[in-house]
């Protein structure tokens, strides 16, 4: 049985079209995981050793798709009371009994929630309808 030439390059538009979505989302992705560390980076108030915020980064997760922005770590881990270690990131963002918060990491990812979802639309309904216009 042949198949229609049409229906074939239908078929192979599709394909490409498929794989420049899924790029130009993963790059938008990234793009959109920068600008809010960024943000995380402006906004939170350094540490007694400043190193809070360069703990800010993006980390990419166990698939492409996946970004995760995170705070704190080793370097950020310090000796507490009783000799429990404590994350400093955490105890910024939270506060302790013995300072009130001074939140940086969820506030700005509320601010660009909204923002970074309708980036990530704008830019995969851009790449359909440059398909489609061919």
């Known amino acids: ?23 130009d989302a993963i790059t938008e992705l990234n793009a959109q995981a920068d600008a809010l560390v960024g943000l995380m980076k402006q906004t939170v108030k350094h540490g007694p050793t400043g190193d809070l915020a360069a703990s800010i980064r993006k980390q990419p997760g166990k698939v492409e798709t996946i970004v995760r922005v995170m705070a704190g770590g080793a370097t950020t881990t ?36 909204k923002t970074m979802r309708s980036s990530m639309r704008r830019k995969i309904s851009k790449t359909i309808k440059q398909y489609s216009a061919e």
């Open 78 to 113: 310090r000796k507490g009371g009783g000799g429990k270690p404590y994350d400093y990131a955490r105890a910024v963002e939270f506060g302790t009994v013995h300072m009130s918060a001074e939140p940086f990491f969820f506030p700005s990812f509320r601010l660009m929630r």
């Open 1 to 23: 049985m042949a198949v229609n030439k049409s229906l074939e390059a239908f078929r192979k538009l599709t394909r490409e079209m498929q794989q420049q979505v899924y790029d």
